[in-house]
């Protein structure tokens, strides 16, 4: 059974930086594709970054230059930097992993609130 939990969410000023993390279970990580999505109150979810199993990475043009996705293979987690944090980033930011026969697993989320 694929489980993925999210961390790290919380209240920050604008300006201000989080570090989201995603721990991961049940599924052959190396290989996996994973992502980090969001959704703000009234709008749908979103791609925020996503990183291949080989490590390539691509970003929302929203976030590009502000936030860095990652990968740890070993501790299974995958990494969200947000710095430069702005009042629109407030959302709930979920965890994908998509393994290689193609299904997608989602974490329960973790909420970011960004003050301005």
């Known amino acids: 059974q694929v489980q993925l939990v999210e961390s790290g969410g919380g209240l920050v000023q604008a300006g201000g930086s989080l570090r989201l993390s995603c721990a991961t279970s049940?599924?052959?990580?190396?290989?996996?594709?994973l992502g980090w999505y969001r959704q703000a109150p009234g709008k749908q979810r979103e791609l925020v970054a996503g990183i291949t199993s080989g490590g390539r990475t691509n970003y929302a043009d929203s976030v590009k230059g502000r936030f860095t996705i990652s990968r740890d293979n070993v501790k299974r987690t995958v990494y969200l930097q947000m710095n430069s944090l702005k009042p629109e980033d407030t959302a709930v930011y979920y965890c994908n992993l998509e393994d290689n026969d193609g299904m997608a697993y989602w974490g329960k989320g973790t909420l970011v609130t960004v003050s301005s």
């Open positions: 049940g599924s052959i990580f190396s290989l996996s594709a």
